[in-house]
């Protein structure tokens, strides 16, 4: 029986990825730079693995950019994109089913509170989630499962009976580490990724009634 429901919040709940990715494009192409998607993908979902943007960016133009002043118009950037994006489908529907049928409900995210937060209630979606989880509260992100266990813990639900909903590897060996089930839905920036350790691979949310999701696990 279905106790639980713990969405990833960054490519799952909000389309957050492939702006970020599209920011960074938009600087290696005004300054003659590549950035290809196989190696940004290795930063998706989870912990840092030492890439350095300016470092390669340098390394192939020899422009030396001032880090602090990029830095902050990108993010200005990136909130821009961010901002033209609704929820993904489905979210919304499941949100409403799980409620109606009594499943708890959480976020498990490698982002900053303040982030995960922010959009959440930006997005009109906080006040539906139980507990929020994030990079705040642990010592290792994803694909650490610590947040996972978390977020079921503070649901009072048994990791065997909550299902993670995640769209990078990285979240999805959390999830599956915390001994969840995981339903992965690819994003344009993840869906390369190895998901066979999924136990269901979704190209959308919406591409299920939130009954048939929930009767599948």
């Not at 912990?47 to 118009?73: E, I, K, N, Y």
């Not at 009594?102 to 979606?125: D, F, H, K, Q």
């Not at 610590?146 to 065997?160: H, K």
Request: proline residues 6%; charged residues 20%.
């Amino acid at each position: 029986m279905l106790q639980a429901i713990v969405f990833d919040f960054d490519g799952t709940i909000l389309e957050t990825e492939g702006p970020d990715y599209q920011s960074w494009l938009e600087i290696f192409d005004a300054h003659g730079g590549e950035l290809p998607l196989d190696v940004w993908i290795q930063c998706v979902g989870g912990a840092p693995t030492g890439f350095d943007p300016f470092a390669m960016l340098q390394a192939q133009t020899g422009v030396a950019l001032d880090r602090s002043s990029v830095h902050q118009a990108r993010r200005r950037r990136v909130v821009e994109l961010i901002e033209q994006h609704p929820p993904m489908p489905g979210i919304q529907a499941i949100i409403a089913a799980a409620q109606e049928a009594g499943i708890g409900l959480a976020v498990a995210s490698s982002s900053p509170s303040t982030w995960v937060e922010g959009n959440l209630r930006r997005l009109g979606l906080r006040h539906h989630f139980q507990t929020v989880h994030t990079a705040d509260d642990v010592e290792r992100v994803k694909p650490d499962p610590t947040l996972y266990r978390l977020a079921a813990a503070s649901l009072g639900a048994l990791p065997e009976h909550t299902l993670a909903i995640e769209d990078s590897r990285t979240g999805m060996l959390a999830a599956k580490g915390a001994g969840l089930r995981c339903v992965v839905v690819p994003n344009s920036i993840t869906q390369f990724s190895d998901f066979s350790q999924a136990d269901l691979r979704l190209a959308s949310l919406a591409d299920l009634t939130p009954h048939e999701l929930f009767a599948h696990f």
